[in-house]
């Protein structure tokens, strides 16, 4: 079974930058999407980005062009980039793959963005 694990989440001030780390304990087939899902106190889950291959990644409105979904099959590690980070930004942020119609899920990182 495919163990996602994140790490990167922490305080930040609005406007400043935060890259979010995802492991996998195994490599996964880039024709399997990865991506981040985020998740705010009181609301619902939302997808953040995904990617397949390095050229074909989605993104939520509320973050194009701040946030940049990378992926690096030889480490078995997706990565989120997030920059001008916003107050409504802040939301536990989870790493997620699907696999032959099974979803896979990490337990998260909070990021916090607050003065």
């Known amino acids: 079974q495919v163990q996602l694990v994140e790490s990167g989440g922490g305080l930040v001030q609005p406007g400043g930058s935060l890259r979010l780390s995802c492991a996998a304990s195994?490599?996964?087939?880039?024709?399997?999407?990865m991506g981040w899902y985020r998740q705010a106190p009181g609301k619902q889950r939302e997808l953040v980005a995904t990617?397949?291959?390095?050229?074909?990644?989605k993104y939520a409105d509320s973050v194009k062009g701040r946030f940049t979904i990378s992926r690096d099959n030889t480490e078995k590690t997706v990565y989120l980039q997030m920059n001008s980070l916003k107050s409504e930004d802040t939301a536990v942020y989870l790493c997620?793959?699907?696999?032959?119609?099974?979803?896979?899920w990490g337990k998260g990182t909070l990021v916090t963005v607050s003065s």
């Open positions: 997620y793959t699907k696999i032959y119609a099974i979803n896979y």
């Open positions: 195994e490599t996964i087939s880039s024709i399997f999407p």
């Open positions: 990617v397949t291959t390095n050229a074909n990644t």
